[in-house]
């Protein structure tokens, strides 16, 4: 039975659950070098929030760890990092896509055309790449309303509703921050220095 805190905050959660993936993909598209702006691209950005992926991924094993552990407040804490390295990432992960071009997987004369050759040289690799960043790319949406979910469940002291719900949410959030990792590592390469 939902109580009155989640009823407050459960029309943000649809509208944050389907505005952010909209406009993350309406940003995505936006270059603003390709608009003819005069911008500095932001080449740095990559292996930063492939970072702070890395350390969501630490913060939600440990913040599972300290509430198995009867130590809510430490939970607590962990999980409001692991949320706010999330946007900090988004907002990374935005602003590199609206700078700079994107690397192709296997492209090395980084021209951003995969031709026959560089597909021979990368082989069936890129299949399994393309999956991780697909499996990526749609939980990473998916993980939206259900990390909003989970947050409001235990604001709300709804504690049962909240480990209910956590037990679906942590594995799918580990995953999109370990993959996100493992995205960045396996890209990497084809990037244009």
């Not at 905050?9 to 993350?24: A, E």
């Not at 990559?46 to 599972?64: D, F």
């Not at 692991?82 to 990374?92: D, E, N, P, R, Y």
């Not at 499996?135 to 990473?140: A, N, Q």
Request: charged share 15%; with cysteine.
């Amino acid at each position: 039975m939902e109580n009155s805190v989640e009823k407050k905050y459960n029309k943000w959660i649809v509208v944050l659950s389907v505005v952010i993936p909209l406009v993350v993909a309406l940003l995505f598209g936006v270059n603003l070098k390709k608009l003819g702006y005069d911008v500095q691209p932001l080449t740095f950005l990559p292996p930063i929030y492939a970072s702070i992926n890395g350390l969501t991924a630490i913060l939600l094993v440990t913040a599972v760890w300290a509430v198995k552990n009867g130590n809510r407040g430490l939970h607590e804490k962990l999980m409001k990092t692991a949320i706010a390295c999330s946007v900090v990432f988004l907002g990374m992960y935005v602003a590199y896509h609206m700078t700079s071009v994107s690397a192709v997987f296997g492209d090395y004369n980084y021209n951003g055309v995969l031709d026959a050759d560089e597909q021979a040289t990368v082989g069936n690799i890129r299949y399994l790449y393309y999956f991780i960043l697909l499996t990526h790319i749609l939980l990473s949406i998916i993980i939206i309303p259900l990390v909003l979910i989970t947050y409001v469940r235990a604001i709300s002291k709804s504690f049962e509703r909240h480990k209910k719900i956590a037990r679906i949410t942590f594995p799918i959030w580990l995953y999109v921050a370990v993959t996100g990792v493992i995205v960045y590592l396996m890209i990497s390469p084809y990037y244009a220095s």
